[in-house]
């Protein structure tokens, strides 16, 4: 089974220029999550969909962040203007969605690396 | 914000020894998670216990979990140099999705 999909791996950029991640989830997940993690730290959750229905968008600074999951599959998570503190690792999530005891398990993508300059 | 603290920060023990983290948390949970993180690459789920379960195992990992005192502790059992990696804890309160703490990040010496 293929696992959770991102691209670009590495992202290099100016700041002021605008940016942009793909994640493909796991097949048959609803659930999709965007992460930022810094350095030294664990994950924030910045957007969680339930298909293509964004139900957690408060962590998104929505001033520069946008997201879309078009047809409850792929999701792209863009930032324009990117800044300095920008440079991160944003990781993609997916699960198969709730269970009655709560968040399932969650499958994680390998991340892209953004550095802003 | 982060609700789960691990304890340690950091941990080098010897190639099979047993390896020991603690996680503590504020508010109540219906679940709570490990994961294990590689350099450069995303986490791994390693293992859920849910708030109504006192202890569970894998292969060799044991994680306890203690409701009232808020904590959790996660024990790796004949450590291995591939065990080498960050473990964080990851709990589950609900409409607020999975809050993971800092990590521990845990060193094998061979």
């Known amino acids: 089974e293929a696992g959770v999909v991102q691209s670009p791996r590495y992202k290099i950029i100016e700041k002021k220029q605008p940016v942009a991640f793909w994640c493909n989830p796991i097949s048959g997940h609803n659930t999709l999550y965007w992460y930022l993690q810094n350095l030294g730290q664990g994950p924030e959750l910045l957007i969680r969909?339930?298909?293509?229905?964004?139900?957690?968008d408060s962590q998104l600074p929505k001033d520069r962040f946008s997201a879309e999951r078009l047809k409850g599959v792929d999701s792209t998570l863009k930032i324009q203007p990117a800044e300095l503190g920008d440079s991160a690792v944003y990781l993609c999530?997916?699960?198969?969605?709730?269970?009655?005891?709560?968040?399932?398990?969650?499958?994680f993508g390998p991340g892209t690396r953004l550095t802003v300059l | 914000s982060q609700q789960g603290e691990e304890d340690p920060q950091a941990l080098s023990i010897q190639e099979g020894e047993n390896a020991t983290m603690n996680c503590s948390y504020k508010?109540?949970?219906?679940?709570l998670q490990w994961y294990r993180q590689n350099s450069g690459r995303g986490l791994v789920h390693l293992i859920l216990i849910r708030s109504n379960e006192r202890e569970k195992h894998s292969g060799r990992l044991r994680v306890t979990l203690d409701t009232s005192k808020k904590s959790s502790s996660l024990l790796i059992t004949a450590s291995r140099a591939a065990d080498t990696a960050s473990y964080f804890c990851a709990t589950d309160r609900g409409a607020d999705g999975l809050t993971f703490g800092k990590g521990t990040h845990l060193i094998i010496q061979p």
């Open positions: 969909y339930e298909n293509e229905e964004a139900v957690d």
């Open positions: 508010t109540s949970i219906n679940n």
């Open positions: 999530a997916s699960s198969p969605g709730m269970t009655s005891g709560g968040y399932d398990t969650q499958y």
